[in-house]
């Protein structure tokens, strides 16, 4: 017997001894928690370690960039948002997980997020057919419409279909300044994001045809004016005189207090619409598919990916995949999602949990996520954002007109492309 127990002693200490220790870089965010608290359950179930460094957003870009440039990888999962997604994608410094696992393929129950887990080098843009196989999806952050479903239950309201059907309900509430019948995120550091929906959903973009390489500039498009029109005119009949100086932070307390009836949000802010130290609207807020215009819905991606470093050891790299592939099965994204964190599988919209009143954003999720677009799949994306930020605040501000802020900004995007050695044109400028 006392053999025996050696004997297992000194297998459990080998086991101990050979499981890798790893280490992540995630962003501090509201998900985190959520993700945390997972993270805790497969170190349980597994034995292995992983040691996060939690880091604000801002300095994400720095640490990835100094851990792919050292000789040898300072994280063996580093994860990436979409501002950041395609340069470093086009680095060329994340390994294909097929060189790891050449049978391991996303399975179709997880998002697809506009193919941004493959990257062609050869066109610079994210392509599942002929990229290579370099992220998995981490957090399914898009943008949703939030709509205070207790409001429309007095009223016998029905979630807007079309942007029309938003002005239309929205008045039924809309009493400044007590409560605005919808808050939009117009200030300058974000406002491209929270145009997203409505340019996308008017047959509007910023480049032609990313995803095969064609960069052309069609921001000044005659799509893209009606739906800055469109914009406007929510905000000057049931929204707030001074939506471009609004955040994401001022627009959510808005919510969380009351006084907003709508609002296009991440799906990332639910949580603290429930949380009884935050909320004043605990269990009276519904999310829907965000409203559509001739075009169809349209959500902004906003979600993350995580890569793993070609200089990472090659017995972390199989222990990192091993990891990716739990976290994204369909019964461990059921415990991601009950432990607070966003999940990044469509078909948790059939899942049991998805009746519940307290997940009942999951069809909203999983209804956006599908018609969720990338704004900027670009090598330029900081660069770029910040122009359509500088422009779209202009013309929310008062400052200039639709046509000259369009025609504006797509000049100096179309320097920026150019100046890259991307494959690019113009339109004819607006009149």
Same mark, same amino acid.
């Given at each position: 017997?006392?053999?025996?127990?050696?004997?297992?002693?000194?297998?459990?200490?080998?086991?101990?001894?050979?499981?890798?220790?790893?280490?992540?870089?995630?962003?501090?965010?509201?998900?985190?928690?959520?993700?945390?608290?997972?993270?805790?359950?497969?170190?349980?179930?597994?034995?292995?370690?992983?040691?996060?460094?939690?880091?604000?957003?801002?300095?994400?870009?720095?640490?990835?960039?100094?851990?792919?440039?050292?000789?040898?990888?300072?994280?063996?999962?580093?994860?990436?948002?979409?501002?950041?997604?395609?340069?470093?994608? @086009? /680095?060329?410094?994340?390994?294909?997980?097929?060189?790891?696992?050449?049978?391991?393929?996303?399975?179709?129950?997880?998002?697809?997020?506009?193919?941004?887990?493959?990257?062609?080098?050869?066109?610079?843009?994210?392509?599942?057919?002929?990229?290579?196989?370099?992220?998995?999806?981490?957090?399914? @952050?898009?943008?949703?419409?939030?709509?205070?479903?207790?409001?429309?239950?007095?009223?016998?309201?029905?979630?807007?279909?079309?942007?029309?059907?938003?002005?239309?309900?929205?008045?039924?509430?809309?009493?400044?300044?007590?409560?605005?019948?919808?808050?939009?995120?117009?200030?300058?550091?974000?406002?491209?994001?929270?145009?997203?929906?409505?340019?996308?959903?008017?047959?509007?973009?910023?480049?032609?045809?990313?995803?095969?390489?064609?960069?052309?500039?069609?921001?000044?498009?005659?799509?893209?004016?009606?739906?800055?029109?469109?914009?406007?005119?929510?905000?000057?009949?049931?929204?707030?005189?001074?939506?471009?100086?609004?955040?994401?932070?001022?627009?959510?307390?808005?919510?969380?207090?009351?006084?907003?009836?709508?609002?296009?949000?991440?799906?990332?802010?639910?949580?603290?619409?429930?949380?009884?130290?935050? /909320?004043?609207?605990?269990?009276?807020?519904?999310?829907?598919?965000?409203?559509?215009?001739?075009?169809?819905?349209?959500? /902004?991606?906003?979600?993350?990916?995580?890569?793993?470093?070609?200089?990472?050891?090659?017995?972390?790299?199989?222990?990192?995949?091993?990891?990716?592939?739990?976290?994204?099965?369909?019964?461990?994204?059921?415990?991601?999602?009950?432990?607070?964190?966003?999940?990044?599988?469509?078909?948790?919209?059939?899942?049991?949990?998805?009746?519940?009143?307290?997940?009942?954003?999951?069809?909203?999720?999983?209804?956006?996520?599908?018609?969720?677009?990338?704004?900027?799949?670009?090598?330029?994306?900081?660069?770029?954002?910040?122009?359509?930020?500088?422009?779209?605040?202009?013309?929310?501000?008062?400052?200039?007109?639709?046509?000259?802020?369009?025609?504006?900004?797509?000049?100096?995007?179309?320097?920026?492309?150019?100046?890259?050695?991307?494959?690019?044109?113009?339109?004819?400028?607006?009149?």
């Amino acid at each position: 017997m006392k053999r025996l127990i050696s004997l297992l002693a000194v297998c459990l200490l080998a086991s101990t001894a050979t499981a890798a220790k790893l280490n992540m870089l995630i962003n501090q965010s509201p998900w985190f928690d959520g993700f945390r608290k997972t993270l805790v359950m497969y170190e349980e179930e597994t034995g292995e370690t992983i040691e996060l460094d939690v880091t604000p957003y801002p300095g994400m870009s720095e640490k990835i960039r100094n851990s792919i440039r050292s000789p040898e990888a300072i994280y063996d999962i580093v994860i990436t948002s979409t501002e950041f997604m395609a340069t470093y994608a @086009n /680095s060329g410094e994340f390994i294909n997980f097929n060189d790891i696992d050449p049978d391991f393929k996303l399975d179709s129950g997880i998002c697809g997020y506009q193919d941004t887990s493959y990257w062609n080098y050869e066109t610079r843009s994210f392509d599942a057919k002929n990229g290579e196989f370099i992220g998995i999806p981490v957090n399914g @952050n898009v943008q949703v419409l939030y709509y205070r479903r207790d409001l429309y239950e007095e009223k016998g309201l029905q979630p807007p279909k079309t942007w029309d059907d938003l002005i239309k309900n929205a008045a039924e509430f809309h009493n400044p300044p007590r409560m605005y019948g919808m808050i939009q995120r117009s200030e300058r550091g974000a406002v491209t994001y929270n145009f997203g929906p409505y340019m996308f959903s008017h047959g509007g973009a910023v480049y032609k045809d990313p995803q095969n390489g064609d960069f052309s500039i069609v921001f000044n498009s005659e799509n893209n004016r009606k739906a800055l029109e469109k914009y406007l005119e929510i905000r000057d009949k049931v929204g707030h005189p001074n939506a471009h100086s609004i955040g994401q932070g001022e627009m959510i307390q808005y919510l969380r207090t009351g006084k907003a009836a709508h609002a296009i949000a991440v799906i990332a802010a639910w949580g603290g619409m429930d949380d009884e130290e935050k /909320s004043a609207v605990i269990g009276k807020m519904g999310a829907a598919l965000i409203p559509s215009g001739p075009n169809g819905s349209a959500s /902004s991606l906003g979600h993350w990916e995580a890569h793993i470093p070609k200089n990472v050891k090659p017995e972390h790299q199989k222990a990192a995949l091993k990891f990716l592939k739990w976290l994204v099965t369909k019964e461990n994204q059921i415990k991601y999602t009950e432990n607070g964190a966003v999940p990044v599988r469509c078909d948790l919209i059939y899942s049991p949990i998805a009746k519940e009143d307290r997940f009942r954003f999951i069809e909203a999720l999983g209804q956006n996520s599908e018609v969720a677009k990338f704004i900027a799949p670009t090598v330029t994306a900081v660069e770029s954002t910040a122009i359509t930020n500088l422009y779209l605040n202009k013309i929310v501000a008062g400052e200039i007109s639709i046509v000259d802020g369009l025609n504006q900004a797509a000049e100096e995007l179309h320097k920026i492309t150019a100046d890259n050695g991307m494959k690019t044109g113009m339109l004819p400028k607006l009149k």
